[in-house]
């Protein structure tokens, strides 16, 4: 590449994202996708299969990577809204759809906890009467995959529109 000669555009937008990174809630976003992966480690969230806990055909770490996969996904997916943001001058209501997401985040997990406790104590078999091994049981599995993923995918949005309403604000005071 000679001089005064345009980077490429996704050269470009690389070097806005990692610009774009470097702010302290953009911080918050990027480490939040490893969340997730430390709950394998420090267990805050329980996270297993039937009889210890609420999953019964999806085992721990094909739900962690379906959340980790899912929290990289909201960041990529939100920084390439940015442009759309600032021309709306919309992110004066990021804080807002912020601590929206966080708390719907909050909802998410105790949608899980309730389900994962409820299941773990034989839900299927008491109430529905179905036996270990009904595949029904992946209509449970899939809701406290959602309810799971909500949490950390919501939690990481939030810190994400934080970041980006600072990442906006400083690029209009620049220009």
């Keep these: 590449m000679g001089s005064g000669q345009e980077p490429p555009p996704a050269l470009r937008e690389f070097k806005q994202f990692l610009e774009f990174l470097q702010?302290?809630?953009?911080?918050?976003?990027?480490?939040?996708?490893?969340?997730?992966?430390?709950?394998?480690?420090?267990?805050?969230i329980p996270l297993a299969q039937w009889t210890d806990g609420g999953f019964a055909y999806l085992s721990p770490p094909v739900v962690t990577g379906v959340t980790t996969l899912a929290c990289l996904f909201i960041i990529?997916?939100?920084?390439?809204?940015?442009?759309?943001?600032?021309?709306?001058?919309?992110?004066?209501?990021?804080?807002?759809?912020?601590?929206?997401?966080?708390?719907?985040?909050?909802a998410g997990l105790a949608v899980y906890l309730v389900g994962h406790y409820t299941v773990k104590e034989d839900f299927y078999f008491r109430v529905l009467g179905w036996g270990s091994d009904d595949?029904?049981?992946?209509?449970?599995?899939?809701?406290?995959?959602?309810?799971?993923?909500?949490?950390?995918?919501?939690?990481?949005?939030?810190?994400?529109?934080?970041?980006?309403?600072?990442?906006?604000r400083e690029r209009v005071e620049a220009s």
């Design 23 to 44: 702010g302290l809630w953009a911080m918050l976003a990027g480490v939040s996708v490893v969340f997730p992966l430390s709950n394998t480690l420090a267990q805050i």
């Design 76 to 106: 990529l997916w939100t920084f390439g809204k940015r442009e759309e943001m600032r021309s709306h001058r919309t992110w004066d209501s990021l804080p807002r759809q912020a601590g929206r997401s966080f708390v719907l985040g909050i």
């Design 135 to 168: 595949l029904r049981r992946i209509g449970g599995d899939l809701v406290l995959l959602m309810a799971y993923g909500s949490f950390f995918a919501l939690a990481t949005r939030a810190f994400l529109l934080l970041g980006l309403r600072e990442y906006l």
